[in-house]
């Protein structure tokens, strides 16, 4: 199948009409930024501790809204679904969250990075971007051979750019 029609059968799937601005990346893409010494990133599957779901969620809620309510237990109980054959990550900086995103299940060979974000006072430091690579590295561990996201954010999309991927 033609990228054009794995595309389309994406969206079909995921219930979308049309959408224009997927970005997309292969593994000969990526470009991964270094992590230093002081960045530890935590992946965060299905069977992970409660507590690594919580933190995950806590980040990205924050990283979307500085006024978010922390996650309960309960909530990062029930987002465990979400994580089965998906992978959610926590990018620690000197040990605090302060980034985070999920790569969704690949179908078909066909994935998509969601939810990346990061919190206000860490942004313009890279987090971004190694969140981003790392998701991707994963998914194509996971037997992705084209990762897609979308954003209508031009400072995100030059972030997605950095590190490989492409508007299709």
């Known amino acids: 199948m033609d990228l054009a029609a794995r595309l389309e059968d994406f969206r079909r799937r995921r219930g979308e009409d049309a959408v224009d601005d997927y970005l997309g990346c292969s593994p000969a893409d990526l ?32 990283g979307f809204d500085p006024y978010a309510e922390p996650v309960s237990a309960t909530i990062a109980e029930d987002f465990r679904t979400q994580l089965t054959d998906a992978c959610a990550i926590t990018i620690r900086h000197h040990g605090t969250g302060v980034a985070a995103g999920m790569v969704l299940p690949v179908r078909e060979g066909l994935t998509e990075i969601v939810g990346v974000a990061t919190l206000a006072d860490h942004r313009r430091q890279g987090f971004g971007a190694l969140t981003t690579a790392t998701l991707a590295r994963i998914a194509f561990t996971l037997g ?5 996201l979308s954003t209508e954010d031009a400072g995100a999309r030059r972030v997605y750019e950095r590190v490989g991927f492409r508007a299709l």
């Open 31 to 62: 470009r991964e930024p270094l992590a230093t010494a002081d960045v530890t990133i935590i992946e965060v599957y299905a069977d992970s501790p409660v507590d690594l779901i919580r933190e995950t969620l806590d980040v990205n809620e924050r």
């Open 144 to 148: 992705a051979d084209l990762v897609l």
